[in-house]
């Protein structure tokens, strides 16, 4: 495995570019002084937009696609996070901890979620927030065999090789590992793998030492019995958001839902189910950190994709808001399969029951091209176009024309979705819009069409993240 998605960097010796700053210097930099560089609007700006944008890596403990569903320790803590005010919440995932923290320095996301020491060089201008909990760092080795003692000595380490994710390095306290070997350890940076990765790999005999928190040793460790991680490498190390400094009303309502719950089930719930839960190693060890797997039906979902020419990745959305991938799935109303089809609509599109997987994807995308043509001329926007089209195959087409109608007689943009035809399609609920004149196909609640758009596009977005067009 290791030797398929190891490459390694030029120069072995990358420690001597790892300086961390002492621990107590973590306190300082969270408890310092916050200067108004935005006036604390960071907060109002997320809640005007509807969405906090933060930053995580591609370890799979953190964000993970499991058969399309989104998961992962900070991925599902953010949500709650967000849940608290009200937004939604769009991920970015960038495995370089400094590039990461260079895009919250240039607003291009409102916080960064992931095991970040503070740095010398990448700290200033940052603040981080109260720990979400606590973790050292651990030497990750095999067993004590014949002939082989495990290392408890760090100075042990002279010589020895110890590989970790290129572009990471910074995320490890290495200071005492420095101080102790002469800078004679031998760090090697290994392209396109996560911290799992590598310990699987020291287990299978495949690389012998790697450095990980100790929560995340502990998970592998469920799963290889013949690793060893009671070499403490690091003091206590705190795992905790970061924001811009100055972000002071955010942080603010960061740090007061973490002291509210940190001591309460849904913290202590959250972690246990990803830290101490085997199914959620495996889990993370079957996910290329590159280009993770949302469902079983990937390559006919990019294969057939080519009939409306959709990214393949919101076809996927689609699908998973549609059945949660289960080709058997049938409603109360008798839709059935990946694609949720009406039995009427299936036959004309080419599909049954008995159809394939395959051949029910086929059918969906049939009828989008359908929708597609239906509002070529009255939504020439393509990407606004998509939302119209989503709408009608959740509610149906009949609905969103008069939607539209509406929208155009009281004075909104008949070809925007949000605010505009999504506004009178839950207008057709109330009498006075739904004895309209204009309005041919009567009365419906258009609430759960508004949340099937919404939830088939958030779901794109991190879909992503996950996975490679």
């Known amino acids: 495995m290791l030797n398929k998605l190891l490459v390694k960097t030029s120069g072995a010796l990358l420690i001597f570019l790892i300086l961390l700053i002492p621990q107590s210097c973590t306190f300082s930099v969270r408890n310092g002084s916050t200067t108004p560089d935005d006036f604390g609007n960071t907060?109002?700006?997320?809640?005007?937009?509807?969405?906090?944008v933060?930053?995580?890596?591609?370890?799979?403990?953190?964000?993970?696609?499991?058969?399309?569903?989104?998961?992962?320790?900070?991925?599902e803590m953010l949500k709650n996070f967000t849940a608290t005010l009200?937004?939604?919440?769009k991920i970015i995932v960038e495995p370089n901890p400094h590039k990461a923290l260079v895009y919250l320095k240039q607003r291009k996301a409102d916080l960064v979620a992931m095991?970040?020491?503070a740095t010398n060089e990448d700290v200033n201008g940052l603040v981080f927030s109260e720990p979400l909990f606590t973790s050292s760092q651990v030497l990750v080795q095999r067993k004590s065999v014949p002939g082989k003692a495990v290392i408890r000595d760090l100075a042990e380490l002279k010589d020895k090789s110890i590989v970790l994710p290129t572009g990471k390095q910074k995320q490890f306290y290495l200071t005492d590992i420095q101080h102790e070997t002469s800078y004679d350890a031998n760090i090697t940076g290994v392209d396109h793998v996560s911290i799992p990765d590598l310990i699987e790999a020291v287990a299978l005999k495949e690389a012998d030492y790697t450095i990980a928190y100790e929560h995340t040793a502990k998970a592998m460790s469920q799963i290889y019995r013949n690793l060893d991680i009671r070499t403490t490498v690091s003091p206590e190390l705190e795992v905790s958001w970061i924001v811009r400094k100055g972000s002071a009303n955010l942080l603010n309502a960061i740090n007061t839902w973490?002291?509210?719950?940190k001591d309460g089930r849904e913290f202590a719930g959250v972690y246990s189910k990803y830290y101490k839960n085997p199914r959620q190693a495996r889990l993370a060890l079957g996910h290329s950190t590159k280009n993770q797997a949302i469902s079983d039906y990937d390559d006919i979902i990019r294969e057939s994709s080519r009939i409306i020419?959709?990214?393949w990745r919101l076809i996927a959305a689609l699908i998973y808001n549609e059945s949660k991938f289960n080709s058997d799935a049938v409603s109360n109303r008798g839709a059935f399969g990946l694609m949720q089809l009406m039995p009427h609509t299936a036959k004309r599109f080419g599909a049954d029951v008995n159809s394939s997987p395959a051949e029910q994807i086929s059918a969906g995308l049939k009828l989008i091209k359908h929708l597609d043509n239906a509002f070529a001329r009255s939504v020439p926007d393509p990407k606004e176009r998509k939302k119209f089209i989503l709408a009608a195959y959740n509610i149906g087409l009949a609905h969103i024309l008069d939607a539209q109608k509406l929208a155009e007689k009281h004075g909104k943009d008949p070809a925007v979705w949000y605010d505009n035809v999504e506004y009178f399609l839950l207008a057709k609920s109330e009498p006075q819009y739904y004895n309209d004149p204009v309005v041919k196909f009567g009365k419906v609640k258009g609430t759960e069409t508004q949340r099937f758009v919404r939830n088939v596009l958030e779901k794109y977005d991190h879909y992503k993240t996950l996975a490679s067009l």
Request: charged share 30%.
């Open 43 to 52: 907060l109002k700006e997320i809640q005007q937009r509807g969405e906090l």
């Open 115 to 117: 095991e970040l020491p």
């Open 54 to 75: 933060a930053i995580t890596d591609n370890d799979p403990f953190n964000y993970i696609s499991d058969f399309g569903d989104l998961k992962g320790y900070q991925y």
């Open 258 to 261: 973490i002291d509210d719950n």
């Open 86 to 89: 009200g937004v939604e919440l």
């Open 309 to 311: 020419n959709w990214d």
